[in-house]
């Protein structure tokens, strides 16, 4: 059977695992990627699945954490992402980073090595015609304004727009270790997957008032008015919602223990290994608008960083996101014309992974929908059922507005809660303990994923 090419617009994590989904069932693909042709913002290279804000997927760890489930239910499903990662990963305790690179170079290389693979670079402007027949929108964060425009005149609804931002990244043999040292909190993982420096009280409030009172980077126009999404937020607005904030958040000094001083540290800032190499150090947390003179001036007045040398310097970037509850459909095709579906962040899904996770789930949607098979979303016990459930409406009762969707990151509260009160253990049944839960709903949600693997492979 001759079927047509699909096209993608989008080359990050959701377009290309999205290509790799419909190549493994032979169904050949067009990818289009403007980055080669026009730049954007925030990107430093043309490569295909380019990492900006952060080198890590977040946490491994399957059985307690959302994100490592997701991970695991990735794997189960073919994902390019995870198996890049697998071959270019670098410490980082008990989460999953990666060279960045290494990373990049692995996917384009497997998607430009497949025979049914064609890369087109070009800015796509306009709503693709109608003679390209399904398509996948995986534009990401950085969509660019006239697509985005053009998406907005079929929808009818008003852009959400926020900013992730960049943490800076410092070159490693610039670190004062008589002052510095390597632990991960409560010696996770290796035990020593991040580098700390340390702070007393006096020199953390001074570090307050220097982000807080710091000259930030002018917002240009379309920069005004911006809610900053939780879970990448620039220190400077962190600190302004009280002194304390930070030192009990990214800098807080919990499970560490300074080898140079008897002294308990009030506040610890962490960096994290950003390169396969391990010559460049992530400064953990430490996304912010603050102009670069001022960053170098402050940030070299932690200890341990006096003399330090930066590889790149904070900054924030435009994420462009779709009212997708009231937009798409439980199959991410948009209600008003089917024949485009939507993958990654634009979708709003907030991460890396869930990014890569949606375009998953738009490739076997749309490749089960080429071949003519029937599918249906993973269960809502499983990450992937429970960000589909989200993004497409399940997050609050109704269809959504757009004055109260926000982009999500996955975890276990967007999951429905455990039906039973008690399970097994040593052959006897006893009521689950909160430190059971999340354990419970890993296992719940991998069991539930392969029955729904099975009977899609079935059907």
């Known amino acids: 059977m001759s079927i047509s090419p699909i096209h993608i617009i989008g080359g990050g994590m959701a377009g290309t695992e999205a290509a790799w989904q419909l190549l493994q069932r032979d169904i050949p693909v067009i990818l289009h990627e403007m980055r080669g042709i026009k730049t954007t913002n925030a990107h430093q290279t043309d490569g295909l699945a380019e990492l900006v ?23 189960r499903l073919g994902s390019l ?57 995986a534009t990401g964060p950085l969509t660019s304004e006239k697509l985005a425009q053009a998406v907005l005149d079929i929808t009818g609804v008003d852009e959400l727009q926020f900013f992730d931002a960049i943490a800076p990244i410092v070159y490693k043999d610039t670190i004062n270790f008589d002052k510095a040292w390597y632990q991960s909190r409560y010696d996770k993982g290796d035990g020593a997957d991040y580098i700390n420096c340390p702070m007393t009280k006096e020199q953390y409030y001074q570090f307050i008032e220097d982000i807080t009172d710091g000259e930030k980077s002018d917002f240009k ?20 919602r009280g002194p304390e904030t930070l030192a009990f ?37 430490f996304q912010t608008k603050l102009k670069y003179g001022h960053q170098k001036d402050t940030f070299r007045k932690i200890p341990g ?20 509850p009231k937009l798409l459909d439980d199959q991410l095709r948009l209600r008003s014309m089917p024949r485009l579906r939507f993958a990654g962040q ?25 071949l003519g098979e029937e599918i249906t979303p993973p269960p809502i016990v499983t990450a992937f059922g429970a960000l589909i459930n989200h993004i497409t409406g399940g997050h609050i009762e109704g269809a959504g507005t757009a004055k109260t969707f926000q982009p999500m990151n996955v975890n276990f509260g967007i999951m429905p809660p455990l039906e039973e ?20 709903k890993s296992k719940r949600a991998l069991e539930a994923l392969e029955v729904w693997l099975h009977q899609t492979e079935k059907r």
């Open 53 to 75: 804000c952060s080198n890590s997927f977040r946490s491994d760890d399957t059985e307690n954490n959302a994100v490592g489930l997701l991970h695991e239910e990735m794997r």
């Open 305 to 324: 960083l006096e003399k330090a040398e930066f590889a790149r310097l904070g900054g924030l970037h435009r994420n462009t996101f779709i009212n997708s």
């Open 421 to 440: 009160k008690k399970h097994e253990v040593d052959g006897r049944m006893v009521k689950i303990k909160r430190k059971d839960r999340k354990p419970l």
């Open 346 to 370: 634009i979708t709003g899904v907030e991460g890396y992974v869930e990014s890569g996770a949606m375009g998953i789930m738009a490739g076997r949607f749309l490749a089960a929908e080429a």
């Open 249 to 285: 958040g990214p800098m807080k000094p919990v499970g560490l223990t300074n080898p140079h001083s008897d002294e308990k540290p009030y506040a610890v800032v962490q960096l994290r290994q950003d390169n396969k190499l391990g010559t460049l150090y992530n400064m953990v947390g």
């Open 221 to 240: 126009d379309w920069e005004q008015d911006i809610p900053f999404f939780e879970g990448c937020m620039p220190i400077e607005v962190m600190a302004g």
């Open 81 to 137: 992402m995870m198996e890049a990662a697998e071959v270019a990963k670098v410490p980082a305790g008990s989460a999953l980073a990666v060279d960045r690179d290494v990373f990049s170079d692995y996917v384009q290389s497997k998607l430009l090595a497949h025979p049914l693979f064609t890369l087109e670079r070009g800015e796509v402007d306009t709503i693709p015609p109608e003679d390209w027949g399904n398509v996948i929108i």
